[in-house]
């Protein structure tokens, strides 16, 4: 009697057993289908589209198509080829990034470039006048102005922004108008100079 009811008695447990795995077995995979669908909604919501935008770089007009969600910094670098542009902490912080739009300074790892269609914009690429350096670079090999040189191109760029605006009427309101471009090197006292030989002599 008593072996009998142990049978029994296993039985119904066993039975609990498979009940149990397989409602877990079910549920996990109607868990997993139900994720896997929202997954593929939510990509498919945020998938950005694209468009052709027409800028005038360094000088010459480009067409690029871009995703709307691509920043002036990745066209840049990755659909132009331009890759004088760094890419520093690609949060606006760092300035290595500075290009001018529109003849202003912007950090452009910030900026859309889907925004700007029909945009003058200017790289370090295009402050050269062919061989000829502009005075801006050559000031920066004069007063040694660099040392690694991964913040050179966007310090050359926002210090000829600097330049354009008005704001070189001493060292003090250069370093203010130059605050954005971070140079890990330390080399500020000679970027400086730099800005303010060239804006003398302009």
Known sequence: ???????????????????????LAVGG?????SLLSGCAQETAQNAGSSEVVRLKVNGDW?????????????????????????KGCDQGACGACTI??????????LTLAAMHNGAD????EGMANGDRLHP??????????????????????????????????????IREWMSGNIC????????VAAVAKTARSS
């Open 1 to 23: 009697m008593h072996v009998e009811d142990g049978q029994a008695h296993a039985a119904t447990q066993m039975s609990r057993r498979v009940f149990v795995g397989t409602t």
């Open 29 to 33: 995979a109607v868990a997993t289908s």
């Open 62 to 86: 480009t067409d690029v198509e871009v995703d709307t969600r691509t920043s002036l910094l990745d066209m840049l670098r990755d659909r132009i080829g331009l890759t004088g542009t760094k």
């Open 100 to 109: 001018l739009l529109n003849g202003q300074r912007v950090v452009s790892c």
């Open 121 to 124: 914009i200017v790289t370090i």
């Open 136 to 173: 801006l670079q050559q000031a920066f090999i004069d007063e040694d102005a660099f040392q690694c040189g991964y913040c050179t191109a966007g310090q050359i760029v926002s210090g000829e922004g600097c330049i354009r605006e008005g704001h070189t009427g001493s060292d003090a309101e």
């Open 184 to 191: 890990r090197c330390g080399a500020y006292t000679n970027i």
